[in-house]
T-cell receptor, first 117, second 114 residues
């Protein structure tokens, strides 16, 4: 079974509108961390936002927020007021404890976001 | 700080050739990782290291080897290149092994095996 599932291969949004990118995860570990990364066409991986499994509040970083629904095991990324520069691949990732206690990250397949002017 | 650097940026190999992908970080991070990214896919972990002298296999280690003689360097070795190893390779590091630590990524190495 996949640890991280991103069901939207591609998303389109109009500039200045909000968009939600879906991410569901699978873990039996009560202690885990969830991340979103952006990968523009230039290829680098850029960290956007983090949510811990014990965090009570949804994480926010500027125009990015994470809609964390623990019972549903979802960690959707919300981008408000989309900009043309937001066009990129977006990856959801999870760090959970493996054998020996290491928190090894697992990545989803990504969602391609295109922002239209 | 340069962060995580990778060389080369791009390489073409013939089947059966070998090469080493270099990765260096100047943040004094203990934890380092090698990933491969195939088209339309996420990142898959090849090998990781929790400190100098300690390495372990990830999800897709076959066909690769690593070493970690210093904190800064974590080279990835391909011994007998195969077309299936055509991919983009990312090196990453993190300061500690905890659930909230984000990874810092290098710019990637694009490898084509013909």
């Amino acid at each position: 079974a996949q640890k991280i599932t991103q069901t939207q291969p591609g998303m389109f949004v109009q500039e200045k509108e909000a968009v939600t990118l879906d991410c569901t995860y699978d873990t039996s570990d009560p202690s885990y961390g969830l991340f979103w990364y952006k990968q523009p066409s230039s290829g680098e991986m850029i960290f956007l936002i983090y949510q811990g499994s014990y965090d009570q509040q949804n994480a926010t970083e500027g125009r990015y927020s994470l809609n964390f629904q623990k019972a549903r095991k979802s960690a959707n990324l919300v981008i408000s007021a989309s900009q043309l520069g937001d066009s990129a691949m977006y990856f959801c990732a999870m760090r959970e404890a493996r054998g020996g206690g290491s928190y090894i990250p697992t990545f989803g397949r990504g969602t391609s976001l295109i922002v239209h002017p | 700080n340069a962060g995580v650097t990778q060389t080369p940026k791009f390489r073409i190999l013939k089947i059966g050739q070998s090469m080493t992908l270099q990765c260096t970080q100047d943040m004094n991070h203990n934890y380092m990782y090698w990933y491969r990214q195939d088209p339309g896919m996420g990142l898959k972990l090849i090998y990781y290291s929790v400190g100098a002298g300690i390495t372990d296999k990830g999800e897709v280690p076959n066909g690769y080897n690593v070493s970690r003689s210093t904190t800064e360097d974590f080279p990835l070795r391909l011994e007998l290149a195969a077309p299936s190893q055509t991919s983009v390779y990312f090196c990453a590091s993190t300061s500690s092994d905890s659930r909230q630590e984000t990874q810092y990524f290098g710019p990637g190495t694009r490898l084509l095996v013909l």
